[in-house]
């Protein structure tokens, strides 16, 4: 099970107006636990009124850099975000988790790949540790990456991709869009079917792509993929991963009673009676289990446990496949209980 640790915050960089990025200071002792994947995030644990929050950051770092980066937007109401943007500061410490994540790409240096990525805001964070990642690890890879943003000065790393755009030319391909603004050589409107058949078959279109990325709100998730499946690409080429899901998506659930659950945390069985009617991750917590989580919106899978015996259904999946549901996986923010009776592992995940 995944563990959290006591980090001092090394530098905090504001990256645009709303948004910083955080680097932690690891330990020598912790540095293995804190070894991560390209694409993978962190927990982070906030206390706000003597309320336990619990946000996921992806790592915009690359893991041979030495470095752990995280990227913070500002959500007006947020509850970490705000503090992170206007207080957090150089020798603060905060309580980190140990990275996680399945958005990831783990690169062979003799790889001949193409791979194509749509981001939007926030969304860069994690695609910018990847396609670091692939163009200095894979010399004959390169890399597409379409992002889209209100304007220049929102966009997180913009001087950066700029960078990597001259330092990798031929290698590294930098799209932009802008829904607020018309600038020079930019894309204007939304990443929408124009703009990627305009870089897939147009910028691009001798290229094969081998692997395809998309993070940011679940709409352009949605769109992108259908783009992307029209254009016969399986889905074992494409990840995405969620950063804003979309709020009328909730499949409704009929229930009645209660359930007898048995839940397995760090080898520790805990077993209580719960409503139905609740979520299981919200039972669980209730009854004081250290079950993992974060975002509690069915958009990352850091709640995610097997079910052993019994029944329950997700309200939200955008996450876990069809086999993985088979297989008894299941994301305990979103779960309600169908059966009587049901045993929970959050370690055999």
């Known amino acids: 099970m995944s563990k959290f640790n006591l980090l001092t915050v090394k530098e905090v960089k504001k990256e645009t107006p709303n948004s ?10 912790l540095k293995d636990a804190y070894q991560f994947i390209a694409g993978q995030y962190v927990n982070i644990k906030y206390k706000k009124q003597e309320k336990e929050i619990r ?50 790409l783990e690169t062979q240096v003799d790889n001949r790949n193409n791979y194509a ?29 379409l992002y889209g943003n209100k304007n220049t000065e929102e966009t997180i790393f913009h001087q950066e991709l700029h960078d990597l755009k001259q330092k990798y030319l031929n290698r590294f391909f930098v799209y932009f869009v802008y829904s607020q603004a018309k600038e020079i050589e930019s894309i204007f409107g939304r ?9 897939l078959n147009n910028k691009h279109k001798e290229t094969s792509f081998d692997r395809y990325f998309i993070c940011g709100p679940e709409n352009m998730i949605d769109t992108v993929g259908g783009i992307l499946k029209e254009r016969n690409v399986t889905e074992e080429q494409i990840l995405f991963e969620i950063f804003t899901p979309n709020n009328d998506s909730d499949i409704p659930i009929k229930v009645e009673g209660s359930a007898k659950v048995t839940v397995l945390v760090d080898d520790e069985e805990t077993t209580f009676t719960m409503s139905k009617k609740e979520i299981l991750l919200d039972a669980v917590l209730k009854e004081g289990v250290d079950a993992p989580y974060s975002c509690q919106g069915g958009i990352c899978s850091s709640c995610m446990c097997r079910i052993v015996k019994g029944s329950a259904e997700m309200k939200r999946n955008s996450i876990l496949t069809d086999d993985e549901i088979d297989d008894g996986l299941i994301l305990s923010c979103q779960a309600i209980v169908t059966s009587d009776e049901i045993y929970i592992d959050y370690d055999d995940v």
Request: aromatic share 8%.
């Open 55 to 104: 946000r996921a950051y992806s790592i915009c770092s690359t893991p041979k850099s030495g470095d752990l980066r995280v990227a913070v937007k500002k959500v007006d109401d947020g509850l970490f975000s705000p503090y992170a943007n206007t207080r957090l500061k150089a020798g603060d410490q905060l309580e980190v988790q140990v990275p996680e994540g399945r958005f990831t």
């Open 117 to 145: 990525a749509f981001a939007a805001g926030s969304g860069i964070t994690p695609v910018m540790s990847i396609l670091k990642t692939v163009l200095e690890e894979e010399p004959n890879s390169s890399f597409v990456l």
């Open 20 to 29: 910083v990025s955080i680097l932690f200071e690891i330990p020598e002792q």
């Open 191 to 199: 990443i929408d079917k124009s703009a990627v058949n305009f870089v």
